[in-house]
Structures are given as structure tokens and as C-alpha cells.
């Protein structure tokens, strides 16, 4: 047998095969990418809302009954209720020590406007976030 045998069987393929054949092969690859390329943008996107909806979470928490925002629209009415230069509803005014008691970047943002206004218990309490008290808890 030798090496040079021709094979009678193959033919000629018509004009224009090869080229129909590759471009079947470069739109099956090009659609591949562009599934891969939807599934990482699918995936920054759900990323992204995850984050603002966390970020979101954060800024509004809700603690003593009312958000971040609400509660730092009340610092000037809190300053003058603690100061007793005006009187505030027992409501909002029991609603922002317990905010200011466990946000810590409220009262931060509290102390930092009205040094030494806050009494020494709340000013002196770490910002400790409630899930790691939780956590404590559950570990201790």
C-alpha cells in the first residue's frame, strides 16, 4: 500500500462552501461570547443593585422608629429640647435617643455639631452594629 493513494471518493466542494462553513463557525463563536458577556453584565448589574439596595439600607436604618435622615432633621428641635431652650414632643424626643443610642454615625454626626450636649451614657456608647451583638450572643 502505498502513501500516495488517492481517494477517488472525495470531491470538489462547490464554490462557496468552505466560506459558508466559516462563517457558521465565527457566528457560533460570536454568539457564545456575547452569552458569556451577558452573563457578567447580568451579574454587575444584580451586583450593583444588591449594593444599592444595601447602601440604602444603611443610610435609612430604622432604629427608635425613625431613619437616619428623619433623625438628623431633627438635630437643631433635639438640641434645644436637650438644652431646654424649647420643649419637643416626648414622641420625636424618645424616638431620637433611641436612634442616637444605637446609630452610631447619627450620633456621631450629632456630637460632632453639639459637643458635650448629648448625656455621658449615650456619648460614651460604642457604635456597636446589632448584628454583632447578636452574633456575640449566639458564639457566647
Known amino acids: ?49 444588591v449594593g444599592v439596595f444595601a447602601v440604602g439600607t444603611v443610610l435609612s436604618s430604622r432604629y427608635g422608629g425613625i431613619t437616619c435622615p428623619e433623625c438628623q432633621e431633627h438635630f437643631v428641635a433635639f438640641y434645644d429640647h436637650q438644652t431646654k431652650a424649647t420643649a419637643m414632643d416626648d414622641a420625636l424626643a424618645s424616638s431620637m435617643t433611641k436612634h442616637l443610642e444605637n446609630c452610631g454615625s447619627c450620633r456621631s454626626a450629632f456630637e460632632k455639631s453639639y459637643p458635650g450636649v448629648l448625656p455621658a451614657e449615650l456619648s460614651d456608647q460604642l457604635a456597636v452594629p446589632i448584628f454583632a451583638v447578636a452574633n456575640f450572643a449566639t458564639l457566647y
Open 1 to 49: 500500500m502505498s502513501t500516495n493513494q488517492q481517494h477517488d471518493d472525495w470531491r470538489d466542494c462547490p464554490i462557496g462552501e468552505l466560506s459558508q462553513m466559516v462563517g457558521r463557525l465565527n457566528a457560533a463563536q460570536r454568539q457564545a461570547r456575547m452569552k458569556q458577556l451577558y452573563g457578567k453584565a447580568a451579574a454587575c448589574v444584580l451586583l450593583v443593585a
